[in-house]
């Protein structure tokens, strides 16, 4: 399974990206850091991210996406955009009808460091020694990114499987349902419209549609 996390922050929005399943060694595939201007407008900022976000999906064609939950902070200002760049990325991922999955912090400590009160420099640490990397990936911001990958990798296998079966369903119904709006209306089917009653097939049947 390949696995994008996402650290959400406009000015800073880390994403990495993992693959692996659970009990074997991972491997790194990206990791970066998508980046705003702090003094750029508001609306610029979220399309920056947007487009850093959308871009690196379809480059490495993650098979679901992690992103971390943003709880309410005491600068209001600041987890407002950080819920922002959350939002984004969840949408990018349902645009292209991949698994979204929360985590939270400590899920995420907990996953790769045993401690869900674990500071930085320990889940960083971890992350290096886990993906067996020569150099720690910096900033912070992106070693998160890559703690949230992990952590569905270990977790959210069975998640990312239900997903994909629900969305399964879900595109069965609406095929279903366009169908029979179709027959309703009359609009014909991509095979056509029904043959005259009593009309001979091709196979030699009688009073069936053509094929």
């Given at each position: ?27 790194l595939v990206h990791v ?139 595109e069965d119904a609406a ?16 095979n056509g419209p029904p ?17």
């Amino acid at each position: 399974m390949r696995v994008m996390g996402v650290d959400p922050g406009l000015t800073r929005c880390g994403v990495g990206v993992v693959e692996g399943v659970p009990g074997r060694p991972l491997r790194l595939v990206h990791v970066t850091v998508v980046r705003t201007a702090p003094d750029e407008e508001h609306a610029l900022r979220l399309l920056g991210v947007e487009r850093g976000i959308e871009a690196l999906m379809d480059e490495l064609s993650p098979d679901a996406v992690a992103v971390e939950r943003v709880f309410s902070q005491h600068n209001v200002r600041t987890v407002m955009g950080t819920a922002q760049a959350a939002g984004i990325a969840m949408l990018a991922a349902a645009r292209r009808g991949l698994p979204v999955a929360l985590h939270t912090p400590s899920e995420a400590k907990a996953a790769v460091t045993g401690n869900g009160r674990a500071d930085k420099a320990q889940v960083t640490a971890m992350v290096t020694r886990l993906l067996q990397l020569e150099a720690a990936p910096r900033p912070a911001d992106a070693a998160d990114a890559l703690a949230l990958a992990i952590c569905h990798v270990w977790r959210g296998g069975p998640q990312a499987r239900l997903a994909r079966a629900q969305r399964s369903r879900i595109e069965d119904a609406a095929r279903a349902e366009r169908e029979r709006l179709a027959a309703r209306t009359g609009t014909p089917s991509r095979n056509g419209p029904p043959a005259p009653r009593g009309a001979r097939t091709r196979s030699g049947d009688r009073g069936g549609s053509a094929q």
